[in-house]
């Protein structure tokens, strides 16, 4: 693996922008220069001494890396800010150095410096940076404090602390990860969302222009922060003054909205740039890669932040902000719904379908190109933006799969999270294997079309979450009530009969409608009132079966006539529900002209139909489900030789990669506590499992049956190698990897077959065993996926492992899986250590039905590895890369 780090732009603790990248022997001058800025003070706290030898010091950051020795510096416009550097000490440690400009402490430097060397020391093996800190060196302390929170730390020579930061981050050091992210978010996109001034750049006098109607927007949506129109050719535009130039605003600018043509763009973002604009909402579209690419350049440059190109704007409802950077005509009220849209016709959608529905909006940004601003960065805003209870997205593309996958988890602990990502294709797609288990492991609630992520947005937003999956229903039409009961079970719901908890017959209610009732039980469930109901019969039952404490969500739906008040009755059923706040509730209303879009104080949202309430109300239940679960975390595993398996890998690589011998494989297996040996027959459970990697989501563990009998074909012995070493044409895991029969022998277990690609695998030309070009696995045939396959992404967690099980094993105690699950967290720290594992095929794998005791059977192990570029670190707080 390379010994180097890639350049990369961060987040500083105040939201700047600066590069963090390796040291070069070019760097001697402005090194020197840092280092002699010292304070007295400062050297001392550093070398502990104040009289140390800087040039040495300077000469030894800029000696070339290599597996000894890394050195990285962080930069802001040219200018070298701070600078940091590890030497290995043993296989397994090595000292780190951090140096901070005076002038710049309290940014967050250091802490940002360390997070990149432990990253990199982790990709050599590395598991422990250590360091001697003088028990003075306050600031010090506390930044190893904030990157190893609960790490004991040692004692050196009096007056010295020896500080250990892990290089892979725990459940702890994770969350202040988190919290720096989510501040440095925040911060970094307050000029954007919320800014104080606003210049449109491109602001054509014309009415139907571009810029022109962003200004008409902003000026009708009440914006009261300072607004300037730029156009050089104009003397005014909309009863402003017109600006020749954005130089000109003559004070600092926080937004600046371009609406120029393609060509014109490379050159305002230089205005722009230059007279100190802290963020640009790009409008204009028709940008190539490279043109987008050297506007992030110059923004990143400069410390500013972008949205788009190809933006349809961006929105922010918060009364002290009201901003309506958008050309979009409908717009909906102010309330609690985020939405990211990478699609502007789609973000046009959901804005129009938010307002006719009445869904408060809070924020809306139009990412269009998202050469910059990403999704991920908005969730890490969102997460404590006051005005947002739940996050709406619709992303094509993830720039960073897993670094989605940990910020949307931490969000939706707290707020719902709904995406729609295109159309599945029925479970054949590798990707959407893999974005769906993306969301599953995030909490993130993914809907099939944007109408069903709307619907249920409007659970979601202004109500309690279920505590439960008991729905109860009340109406007064029986086929209404007969379809909403239907709908449960595929909802995951139950309509459970009541009890006799309410002796209580409610008033009111219609004669002959419920013939018998005697009491509330007596109702049933649903509850049936017919047509001949009352207002205050309906309002009356509402209200007590919500009292009865037997139902977690409600569903009422109401037909009206043209015999009944249908203007009393949506009245009285408003004041039923706001008194039933508790619980969730949906309503559906049918024969009413031009029904409300909500009810209530509380916005209870109205529907048509009862199957689209009642999906939604199943997503609500699944989601606060999952919320009710404990938090996963990684455990300590042990017998972990990280360094062995780093060199065996970087030696295998060298000499070309591709399939591996068998002893390399279970060597490698061995290094990270997985013993391999012949399988045998037992009566226990046989799976399969492995890891492979995909472009775009990085490495999948996975687990299954173990492989499917095949038909007749060639025999593949145990372990072979098929192909040969890094022969792309080579078959994949073709059936009887334990050597006891061949393919299609009855007797033979088969293999885990094809995670092959294209579509799965970093090898263009690697063709999978059983499911041919395109498909990532192939277990059940040809081209597909089998439903009982489950796939996790990284960093896989306790619970992760355990829900794998479950799901494989449903019924199987705790107890029995617990061998398993500790082998699938063991592949997942494979996997995140090893990213040059491509295909690592592990069938079957034999757990006996004595549970954790008798272990697991790994029998036949097949390994493919290649050579990876840099990879997106999902700790890193680093911005999208330049080249998009």
Same mark, same amino acid.
Request: hydrophobic share 45%; proline share 8%.
């Given at each position: 693996?390379?010994?180097?780090?890639?350049?990369?732009?961060?987040?500083?603790? %105040?939201?700047?922008? @600066? &590069?963090? +990248?390796?040291? *070069?022997?070019? #760097?001697?001058? /402005? $090194?020197? !220069?840092?280092? =002699?800025?010292?304070?007295?003070?400062?050297?001392?706290?550093?070398?502990?001494?104040?009289?140390?030898?800087?040039?040495?010091?300077?000469?030894?950051?800029?000696?070339?890396?290599?597996?000894?020795?890394?050195?990285?510096?962080?930069?802001?416009?040219?200018?070298?800010?701070?600078?940091?550097?590890?030497?290995?000490?043993?296989?397994?440690?090595?000292?780190?150095?951090?140096?901070?400009?005076?002038?710049?402490?309290?940014?967050?430097?250091?802490?940002?410096?360390?997070?990149?060397?432990?990253?990199?020391?982790?990709?050599?093996?590395?598991?422990?940076?250590?360091?001697?800190?003088?028990?003075?060196?306050?600031?010090?302390?506390?930044?190893?404090?904030?990157?190893?929170?609960?790490?004991?730390?040692?004692?050196? %020579?009096?007056?010295? @602390? &020896?500080? +250990?930061?892990? *290089?892979?981050? #725990?459940?702890? /050091? $994770?969350? !202040?990860?988190? =919290?720096?992210?989510?501040?440095?978010?925040?911060?970094?996109?307050?000029?954007?969302?919320?800014?104080?001034?606003?210049?449109?750049?491109?602001?054509?006098?014309?009415?139907?222009?571009?810029?022109?109607?962003?200004?008409?927007?902003?000026?009708?949506?009440?914006?009261?922060?300072?607004?300037?129109?730029?156009?050089?050719?104009?003397?005014?535009?909309?009863?402003?003054?017109?600006?020749?130039?954005?130089?000109?605003?003559?004070?600092?600018?926080?937004?600046?909205?371009?609406?120029?043509?393609?060509?014109?763009?490379?050159?305002?973002?230089?205005?722009?740039?230059?007279?100190?604009?802290?963020?640009?909402?790009?409008?204009?579209?028709?940008?190539?890669?490279?043109?987008?690419?050297?506007?992030?350049?110059?923004?990143?440059?400069?410390?500013? &932040?972008?949205?788009?190109?190809?933006?349809?704007?961006?929105?922010?409802?918060?009364?002290?902000?009201?901003?309506?950077?958008?050309?979009?005509?409908?717009?909906?009220?102010?309330?609690?719904?985020?939405?990211?849209?990478?699609?502007?016709?789609?973000?046009?959608?959901?804005?129009?379908?938010?307002?006719?529905?009445?869904?408060?909006?809070?924020?809306?940004?139009?990412?269009?190109?998202?050469?910059?601003?990403?999704?991920?960065?908005?969730?890490?805003?969102?997460?404590?933006?006051?005005?947002?209870?739940?996050?709406?997205?619709?992303?094509?593309?993830?720039?960073?799969?897993?670094?989605?996958?940990?910020?949307?988890?931490?969000?939706?602990?707290?707020?719902?999270?709904?995406?729609?990502?295109?159309?599945?294709?029925?479970?054949?797609?590798?990707?959407?294997?893999?974005?769906?288990?993306?969301?599953?492991?995030?909490?993130?609630?993914?809907?099939?079309?944007?109408?069903?992520?709307?619907?249920?947005?409007?659970?979601?937003?202004?109500?309690?979450?279920?505590?439960?999956?008991?729905?109860?229903?009340?109406?007064?039409?029986?086929?209404?009530?007969?379809?909403?009961?239907?709908?449960?079970?595929?909802?995951?719901?139950?309509?459970?009969?009541?009890?006799?908890?309410?002796?209580?017959?409610?008033?009111?209610?219609?004669?002959?409608?419920?013939?018998?009732?005697?009491?509330?039980?007596?109702?049933?469930?649903?509850?049936?009132?017919?047509?001949?109901?009352?207002?205050?019969?309906?309002?009356?039952?509402?209200?007590?079966?919500?009292?009865?404490?037997?139902?977690?969500?409600?569903?009422?739906?109401?037909?009206?006539?043209?015999?009944?008040?249908?203007?009393?009755?949506?009245?009285?059923?408003?004041?039923?529900?706001?008194?039933?706040?508790?619980?969730?509730?949906?309503?559906?209303?049918?024969?009413?002209?031009?029904?409300?879009?909500?009810?209530?104080?509380?916005?209870?949202?109205?529907?048509?139909?009862?199957?689209?309430?009642?999906?939604?109300?199943?997503?609500?239940?699944?989601?606060?489900?999952?919320?009710?679960?404990?938090?996963?975390?990684?455990?300590?595993?042990?017998?972990?030789?990280?360094?062995?398996?780093?060199?065996?890998?970087?030696?295998?690589?060298?000499?070309?990669?591709?399939?591996?011998?068998?002893?390399?494989?279970?060597?490698?297996?061995?290094?990270?506590?997985?013993?391999?040996?012949?399988?045998?027959?037992?009566?226990?459970?046989?799976?399969?499992?492995?890891?492979?990697?995909?472009?775009?989501?990085?490495?999948?563990?996975?687990?299954?049956?173990?492989?499917?009998?095949?038909?007749?074909?060639?025999?593949?012995?145990?372990?072979?190698?098929?192909?040969?070493?890094?022969?792309?044409?080579?078959?994949?895991?073709?059936?009887?990897?334990?050597?006891?029969?061949?393919?299609?022998?009855?007797?033979?277990?088969?293999?885990?077959?094809?995670?092959?690609?294209?579509?799965?695998?970093?090898?263009?030309?690697?063709?999978?065993?059983?499911?041919?070009?395109?498909?990532?696995?192939?277990?059940?045939?040809?081209?597909?996926?089998?439903?009982?396959?489950?796939?996790?992404?990284?960093?896989?967690?306790?619970?992760?492992?355990?829900?794998?099980?479950?799901?494989?094993?449903?019924?199987?105690?705790?107890?029995?899986?617990?061998?398993?699950?500790?082998?699938?967290?063991?592949?997942?720290?494979?996997?995140?250590?090893?990213?040059?594992?491509?295909?690592?095929?592990?069938?079957?794998?034999?757990?006996?039905?004595?549970?954790?005791?008798?272990?697991?059977?790994?029998?036949?192990?097949?390994?493919?590895?290649?050579?990876?570029?840099?990879?997106?670190?999902?700790?890193?707080?680093?911005?999208?890369?330049?080249?998009?």
């Amino acid at each position: 693996m390379s010994t180097t780090a890639a350049p990369a732009d961060c987040l500083t603790a %105040d939201g700047s922008v @600066v &590069r963090v +990248r390796p040291v *070069t022997a070019a #760097d001697v001058p /402005a $090194l020197l !220069a840092l280092h =002699e800025g010292m304070s007295v003070q400062n050297r001392y706290l550093r070398f502990f001494s104040a009289g140390a030898a800087l040039d040495a010091e300077v000469l030894r950051l800029t000696r070339p890396a290599d597996d000894q020795h890394l050195a990285l510096l962080v930069e802001r416009a040219g200018t070298v800010l701070a600078a940091g550097s590890y030497e290995r000490l043993d296989a397994d440690r090595a000292d780190f150095a951090v140096i901070v400009h005076d002038d710049h402490h309290g940014e967050g430097l250091g802490t940002l410096l360390l997070e990149h060397l432990a990253a990199a020391a982790r990709r050599q093996g590395l598991t422990e940076l250590v360091g001697d800190v003088l028990a003075g060196n306050r600031a010090m302390l506390r930044v190893s404090g904030d990157l190893a929170p609960g790490v004991p730390r040692g004692a050196g %020579d009096p007056g010295v @602390v &020896r500080v +250990r930061i892990p *290089t892979l981050p #725990d459940e702890a /050091a $994770l969350a !202040a990860v988190g =919290e720096r992210d989510r501040t440095a978010a925040h911060r970094s996109l307050r000029p954007l969302l919320a800014p104080a001034s606003v210049a449109v750049i491109g602001a054509g006098r014309r009415p139907g222009g571009l810029g022109h109607e962003i200004l008409a927007a902003l000026q009708a949506g009440g914006y009261d922060g300072e607004l300037f129109a730029v156009n050089p050719r104009a003397r005014d535009v909309r009863g402003l003054p017109a600006l020749p130039s954005v130089a000109l605003v003559g004070e600092p600018l926080d937004l600046a909205v371009v609406a120029v043509p393609p060509a014109a763009a490379r050159q305002v973002l230089r205005d722009c740039c230059a007279a100190g604009v802290r963020a640009a909402l790009i409008l204009t579209a028709g940008l190539d890669g490279t043109a987008q690419a050297d506007l992030v350049r110059q923004a990143r440059r400069h410390g500013m &932040r972008l949205v788009g190109p190809d933006s349809l704007g961006v929105l922010n409802t918060d009364p002290a902000v009201r901003l309506t950077a958008t050309t979009a005509r409908t717009l909906p009220p102010p309330g609690g719904l985020a939405v990211a849209s990478q699609s502007g016709a789609i973000g046009v959608a959901i804005l129009e379908a938010a307002a006719r529905h009445g869904i408060g909006v809070s924020t809306f940004v139009s990412l269009g190109d998202k050469a910059d601003v990403s999704g991920n960065d908005l969730l890490a805003y969102w997460h404590d933006d006051p005005a947002t209870r739940a996050v709406a997205l619709y992303l094509e593309s993830f720039g960073n799969p897993r670094r989605f996958a940990w910020t949307a988890r931490a969000l939706a602990r707290r707020k719902p999270v709904l995406a729609v990502r295109g159309a599945r294709r029925a479970g054949t797609s590798a990707a959407d294997v893999a974005v769906e288990a993306l969301f599953e492991q995030a909490g993130v609630i993914r809907t099939d079309t944007l109408g069903d992520l709307l619907d249920t947005a409007r659970v979601l937003v202004d109500q309690p979450l279920p505590a439960g999956d008991r729905l109860a229903v009340v109406g007064n039409a029986r086929g209404l009530n007969a379809l909403a009961a239907g709908a449960a079970d595929a909802a995951g719901l139950t309509v459970p009969p009541r009890t006799a908890a309410t002796t209580d017959r409610p008033p009111h209610l219609a004669p002959g409608a419920t013939a018998g009732a005697t009491t509330l039980a007596d109702l049933g469930n649903p509850v049936d009132l017919g047509t001949g109901a009352t207002a205050g019969a309906i309002a009356a039952t509402v209200r007590a079966v919500a009292a009865a404490g037997e139902a977690d969500l409600l569903l009422v739906a109401y037909a009206a006539t043209r015999t009944d008040d249908g203007t009393a009755t949506l009245r009285a059923l408003a004041a039923a529900v706001d008194d039933a706040a508790h619980l969730p509730v949906a309503v559906v209303v049918v024969g009413v002209t031009d029904p409300p879009a909500t009810l209530g104080r509380r916005h209870v949202p109205v529907y048509d139909l009862p199957e689209p309430a009642v999906r939604a109300l199943g997503r609500a239940a699944r989601y606060a489900a999952w919320r009710r679960e404990p938090l996963g975390r990684r455990p300590p595993l042990d017998g972990l030789r990280t360094t062995a398996a780093r060199t065996l890998v970087d030696t295998a690589v060298r000499a070309g990669g591709g399939w591996q011998p068998p002893g390399v494989a279970r060597e490698l297996l061995a290094a990270y506590g997985i013993p391999t040996r012949a399988a045998l027959r037992t009566a226990g459970v046989e799976l399969a499992a492995g890891i492979t990697h995909d472009p775009l989501f990085g490495s999948l563990v996975t687990l299954s049956p173990a492989g499917p009998r095949v038909p007749a074909g060639p025999r593949v012995p145990a372990d072979a190698d098929p192909g040969g070493p890094g022969d792309p044409g080579g078959l994949g895991a073709v059936g009887d990897l334990d050597g006891l029969g061949a393919v299609g022998d009855p007797g033979g277990l088969g293999g885990l077959g094809a995670l092959g690609d294209p579509g799965g695998l970093r090898d263009p030309g690697a063709l999978g065993a059983l499911g041919g070009p395109g498909a990532l696995g192939a277990l059940g045939g040809p081209g597909g996926w089998r439903g009982d396959r489950v796939v996790r992404l990284l960093p896989l967690t306790d619970r992760d492992a355990a829900g794998m099980c479950r799901q494989l094993l449903p019924g199987a105690a705790p107890a029995a899986t617990a061998a398993l699950e500790d082998l699938l967290l063991r592949l997942g720290r494979l996997a995140e250590d090893v990213p040059e594992i491509a295909e690592l095929d592990l069938d079957p794998i034999q757990a006996g039905e004595d549970g954790a005791a008798a272990g697991c059977t790994v029998g036949g192990v097949r390994l493919r590895l290649c050579t990876v570029g840099a990879e997106p670190d999902p700790y890193l707080r680093n911005l999208r890369p330049e080249t998009v």
